[in-house]
């Protein structure tokens, strides 16, 4: 065998390994946002994650080179909202519902921002990531809901109010644990907006 074939049945084969499947890239992912959740940013490490999901350490580092990469992949595949779908062709139902539906993950999503905070500060891509998995999704969701209430003429298209609606309900849900030492649960969020927000909107 020439050593041109041996190299190139050599990187055959190193592709080869690095394949895996979307599924078993989940439990990776899933695996790391849990122990993160848990142990906080700093110590979780690749070995701990690979001891969880069975695998050889030596899996992940060819998949994602360091822990910084890992963690960025991990929030990036959770990309999306959970607000998405609520339509309930009512502003005022839309937006309880999407208080129910943020009080159910508040205490989830906000263990994840505390054990990234500090991190967060001292990476750039990380903080970008974060913001596009936890925050972006939710408040496009949320600014759909306020401009199908426009359209419908629910709410007028320049009532001041409407630009502070997202930022009030998922500021809430991060701001409650430090205030007043619990989680902000769908109870909760649901008075919040019969109380502050419908009325702020005119709503009822």
Known sequence: MTSQAADDRGTVAASRRSKITPEREQEFFDALIEQLRE?????????????????????????????????????RSRRRSRLVGIDTGSLAEDLREAARAAGRWSDSDTKLLQALGHAVTQDEELARALREALVDPEIAALRDMLRRGVERGEVPADHPALEYIPTQLLGLVRAR??????????????RFVEVVVLPALGLR
């Open 39 to 75: 142990c906080g940013y700093d110590a979780v490490t690749m070995e701990g994650v690979a001891a969880t999901t069975k695998c050889s350490k030596s899996t992940l580092y060819r998949q994602w080179k360091t822990k910084p990469q890992f963690v960025v992949a991990a929030l």
């Open 177 to 190: 644990p430090i205030l007043d030492g619990e989680y902000a649960d769908p109870d909760y969020l649901v």
